[in-house]
């Protein structure tokens, strides 16, 4: 039975990891994720997890101990946010390249510099090559939702990956709103006992873990590491299903808001997806025909499947809320545009940066984005195809 | 003021409560069964400097995300703040002005940028300091917020909030009873 309750996006994370009673949690504080640690902390004084909580000294350290606990073969986890993902960078490649089914609560912030303490995706986006599971989530709601089912993505034995799940660093981390949470048993029997198949502390089936792989092998196991990131997507799907069961909540690979007769898409990640529900209602009730589509997945990223949703979209919006310097796409762009190339789609495809370092977004500047697709379908004019949106000149 | 969606932005000084106050209000309007957001907005965090929180109430679920620019209703912390911070932008005209101060309406006007809607006084120092010895000017704000917004009735406020003190406060029985008598004095006070 669901409960009604009133949480933060970090107190929900929080409370999902309680719930789960992993073996194992490692971190260093850095806003604004500090409190996932901070009140985890607290369950374990209380007694109410029997989790190992390791205070390291620095967040290369939180993965590190991560890693080395997953390797030993306990279920493990850690938070951070913006810089604190950056140190972490060097392991973050030995956690996935060593198949350790790690979690990590993501509190999107940007990088410095400017230094700035507010929401972009600048710190996750620098990571998506790194061999991760990437979910993204819109509110407090989904933040936890995915929590719940993160392990069995990452756990499953066709994955066997470390995964990542994203928020938005205040806009859902200090935002109290209403959630529906599961009863702990619910939680508990959803996401099971890990038994992994190998494990350092196993005396019976002596293993290594991280050797040298010499050039005859190397390319293999990248190869055989793509192959594990592949099965991720329909594993992620499987266990939507059974927590839709479960909750009543369902998810996807993304999610279509009126996307299917929309001749003006929108491609968004994060709260701000919420944000421009709102405007795709309003336009919609003028008669506007947009929609949107809200990226769940970004690695491994659903590129068939995003192109198939997109097929009618006369004209879209990507909105990357980081800035990645190549001077021509922000990545989510560059992902959906490569998607829609593969599927011999052609449409415009108009990539917005915003919400840098924590830029508000509102109805009205989502609603600017789809009066400009409107424009450009009517005077077949796309002009600038790399825009910023709210930026002040 | 009957509407779907009741917004609210708070002005306070980092470190009065203002942040605190906004998660307050969105506490004890939950246990009336609405959909709630409570919210800071940080920018550089030290003691003193202006910080703004915000809160949406509705009976429909809440999918917006951004600051409000257009409340119905602003919660004025710190009058200092006047000078600082144009407290009544995008504010409503048939919604109202709250401000913590111990001088009447008509010395404040001049602040108000010409506000042409209502304005109500609570002077939540000296409720404070009579209720709690001490200065907190978190509870009287939250109390006229509720009164002046009606979004919920004084009994059920005084009843959710004695509980959520008491669930908080558990080994502190003066510190509840200090509260509840801010909360309750400034339920008859606010003008």
Known sequence: MSIRERLSGNEAVATAMRQINPDVMSAFPITPSTEIPHIFSSFVANGQVDTEFIPVESEHSAMSAAIGAEAAGARSLTATSSCGLALMWEVLYVAASNRLAIALALVNRTLSGPININCDHSDSMGARDSGWIQIYSENNQEVYDNFVQAYRIAEHPSVRLPIMICQDGFITSAAVENIELLEDREVKEFVGEYCPDSYLLNSKQPLAVGPYAVSAYCMEAKRAQLEALKNAKQVTLDVAKEFAALSGREYGLFEEYRLADADYAMVIIGSAAGTAKDAVDQLRAEGKKVGLLKIRLFRPFPGEEIAAALQNARVIACMDRTESFNAQCGPLGAEVKSALFNARLMPVVINYVYGLGGRDVTVESITSVYADLIKIDQTNDAGEIYRYLSLRE | ?191
Request: proline share 4%; charged share 25%; with cysteine.
């Open chain 2, 1 to 191: 003021m009957v509407k779907d969606l009741i917004q609210i932005r708070w002005h306070g000084r980092g470190g009065q409560g203002a942040k605190t106050a906004a998660l307050l209000l969105a506490d004890v309007v939950f246990s009336t069964g609405k959909y709630v957001q409570g919210f800071p907005e940080y920018g550089p965090e030290r003691m003193g400097a202006p910080i703004t929180a915000y809160n949406r109430i509705s009976d429909k679920k809440i999918r917006v995300h951004s600051n409000i620019y257009e409340p119905d209703y602003v919660v004025v912390v710190d009058e200092t703040l006047f000078d600082a911070v144009d407290v009544t932008k995008g504010l409503c005209n048939e919604g109202a002005l709250i401000v913590n101060t111990a001088r009447n309406k008509e010395e404040i006007k001049k602040y108000l940028n010409g506000y042409k809607g209502q304005v109500h006084t609570i002077d939540a120092r000296r409720i404070s300091m009579e209720s709690l010895g001490k200065y907190f000017p978190n509870s009287p704000m939250l109390a006229a917020i509720v009164k002046v917004s009606g979004v919920m009735s004084d009994e059920t406020f005084l009843s959710e909030m004695q509980q959520s003190l008491e669930h908080k406060f558990a080994g502190k029985p003066e510190v509840v009873e200090g509260n509840m008598k801010a909360l309750r004095l400034t339920l008859q006070e606010v003008s």
